[in-house]
């Protein structure tokens, strides 16, 4: 008898704000999914980014015209980073999934409202950590530590500069209460790395400090930030910037260093400044190999566990209890250094 063909799962985006969520519609796309509708506020600057990838989805007038449809599964958020919050608790009420860019929300009562959302419904909420998510040298980097290659991962360094372009940004970018502060922001990014790396599901932030040191022009804009985290499992650095200088080929220099009991791994993600072509560049040393691999054939099976996850209501791309910890942790060290 012929296995019954499954359901595709339908899918709602609710602000495009930031690029992310071209990332986040395309690589959902790929597991079988299926777009159906998207809203957005205004005309945000990756309209026409996001037109040219997707020309046929059907834009709906008003963010409840998306949350009161009855045939989607997921809702997709890449609002202002202050709007995610209650656009994704109205998307979860309504029987929807979620998966959010980061910052998933903005500060404390936001995230203790998500949580009693995910309490009361049932639903997913999940953030594509997009510098763990969308990098195949990642998965290598999680596949080589899962199987014993560096031992037990004691501490993580990860480092993230991204491009500014001053005069391409929208007004939210430099007003601190819509996106967040550079902690909440960028930062959450290698707090998730952080705590999947070392296994550990807790940690303290024990520094966190902020600055505006080059753009005083916009004085609410941070540009530098950094954080310390120690866990029973491990020890942390995080340092994120907007000073990625121009002659750089791409937006950052992003990478990740992960020291265990018995070796090292470099992640060099989206450029290596070595020379070497390409993304993805892993750096591996141990006691019997001293090597750099390409990964770009790794793969990023966070897209299709989510997909498995919403039809199983399973956690296998991301327990829910760690999304919350990432932010939790991310706003506590915001807090801290504007403190």
Known sequence: ?????????RIGILGIDHRHIYGMAAEMAKQGC???????????????????????????????????????????????PADRADLAIRAMQAGKDVMVDKPGCTDLDQ?????????????????????RFEVPAVTRAAELVADGAIGRVIQTIGIGPHRLNLNSRPNWFYQRDRFGGILTDIASHQIDQFLFFTGSTDATVTLASTGNYGNPATPELQ??????????QGLGYIRVDWFTPDALPNWGDGRLMLLGTEGTIELRKYVDVGGAAGTDHLFLVNGSRCERMNCADAGLPYFARLAADIRDRTETAMPQAHAFKVMELAITAQQMAEA
Request: charge should be negative; hydrophobic fraction near 45%.
């Open 1 to 9: 008898m012929a296995k019954a063909k499954t359901k595709p799962i």
């Open 223 to 232: 540009d530098f930030g950094q954080i310390a985290l120690e866990s029973p």
């Open 34 to 80: 299926e777009l159906v509708c998207w809203w957005t506020e205004g005309t945000p600057q990756t309209l026409e980014g996001f037109r040219k990838r997707f020309p046929d989805l059907p834009r709906a007038k008003k963010a409840a015209e998306v949350i009161a449809r009855d045939d989607l599964d997921l809702i997709l958020i890449s609002a202002i």
């Open 111 to 131: 995230l203790a409202a998500i949580e009693a959302c995910v309490a009361e419904t049932g639903r997913i909420w999940s953030i594509d950590f997009s510098e």
